[in-house]
């Protein structure tokens, strides 16, 4: 629409310029005047003018931009027109092309339907996917199996038992009663903060709410993914949080030479169950678990359920989480709930804001950050090794 009213303005501009020229001329041929002379030549230069900024108008069609914007495709006429072979036959305007005379135009060079760059030798608009394809998402499954704790402080202090000796037994009247010991020791879990940031135009988030949408999005998963490696594999050092798989906070467990995973995973039940506690789950690597399902016996039948059925992680009457947390060919067996507090201060929240001098930039940074930690309350009611046996 601008290079439509762009060439009416400049096209009625010249057509007056032109009428003014042809009447200075016709009355020059009645009376040869220099006022008349220097209404010719300042016509004239109109004139020119006006055809040079045709010319331009010209130049931004053929480039099929204006404005930043793609013309529209030309028909098949427009390019059988355009073409050289029909320029070649000579014709004037209107007039017919003589019987048996033939025009061949290359198919390409209709259809040109490469798809790539700004040409607009096509037939076809292009189209434009909605909205932003995003990456890869893990399924977040691990802080599900927890219990969670709030805290209004930077550290969570907690007693637990250490020892217990039971010296309980059968006495006779009158005899002394045996004694029996406990010991408890305080352990302390820190508060750790999470965190990454990114920047971003101002006016790009203003322009696009989507793309607003879809990078908070993007931050608070970045956050909550780095918080379950930390709650799973987090040596507890420095701001690391000390996770599950952590020194001092399982029991080993190491499988039988040659042993299957089925037969670790049951072994491992079962040593949970002599240490008095009941295990609620299984956290295990999504490679390992592929392995179990692939399982076949001499008949070539699948062990576990039918592929093309729902196969639900379930082993020993235990649920199995998947996590790419949990590192390849290892296991961890708990009693979940009771066995570790996840201790949050404070979700995944973002802020926006500028920094230094991206104010005169108008480049707006966007964090996002969390703080949490996490509290082994039992660590004999968990079996932590390898999966399969050497």
């Known amino acids: 629409v601008k290079m439509v009213e762009e060439f009416t303005s400049v096209f009625a501009e010249f057509k007056a310029s032109n009428e003014e020229a042809m009447v200075a001329i016709n009355a020059s041929v009645e009376k040869t005047s220099v006022e008349n002379a220097a209404k010719i030549t300042t016509a004239l230069s109109s004139i020119a003018k006006h055809t040079a900024m045709l010319e331009e108008i010209e130049q931004k069609v053929a480039a099929g931009i204006q404005d930043g914007v793609q013309m529209p495709p030309k028909s098949v006429g427009q390019m059988v027109l355009a073409s050289a072979e029909y320029k070649a036959l000579g014709l004037k305007p209107g007039e017919t092309p003589q019987q048996g005379t033939k025009l061949r135009v290359e198919a390409n060079t209709i259809i040109g339907q490469d798809g790539g760059g700004a040409s607009d030798e096509t037939l076809v608009a292009k189209d434009r996917r909605a909205g932003i394809v995003a990456g890869a998402f893990r399924a977040l499954r691990v802080t599900d199996l927890l219990n969670v704790v709030p805290t209004t402080s930077n550290a969570y202090q907690y007693v637990k038992e250490d020892t217990f000796v039971n010296n309980a037994a059968e006495t006779v009247e009158g005899a002394a009663k045996p004694q029996s010991s406990i010991t408890f020791v305080e352990a302390t879990a820190n508060i750790r903060t999470i965190a990454h940031w990114i920047k971003a135009s101002n006016q790009i988030l203003a322009d696009s709410p989507a793309l607003r949408a879809y990078i908070d999005n993007r931050m608070t998963y970045g956050v909550d993914i780095r918080e379950e490696n930390q709650l799973v594999s987090g040596n507890g050092t420095g701001q690391n949080i000390s996770g599950m798989t952590a020194s001092g906070n399982f029991v080993a467990f190491t499988p039988t030479a040659t042993e299957h995973a089925l037969d670790s995973s049951n072994r491992a039940k079962q040593a949970v169950l ?69 201790v949050r201060r404070q979700g995944t929240i973002i802020d926006v804001g500028f920094e230094n001098d991206d104010f005169t930039k108008n480049l707006i940074t966007i964090r996002a950050e969390k703080r949490a930690a996490l509290a082994t309350i039992r660590a004999a009611s968990t079996r932590y090794g390898d999966l399969n046996g050497a």
């Open 274 to 342: 002599t240490s008095e506690y009941a295990a609620t789950g299984i956290l295990m690597n999504p490679a390992d678990w592929g392995e179990i399902e692939r399982l076949k016996d001499t008949n070539d039948a699948y062990l576990v359920g039918n592929p093309f059925g729902t196969i639900t992680p379930i082993l020993w009457g235990l649920p199995v989480v998947l996590s790419n947390a949990m590192t390849a060919g290892k296991f961890l067996m708990s009693d979940f709930i009771t066995s570790y507090d996840h």
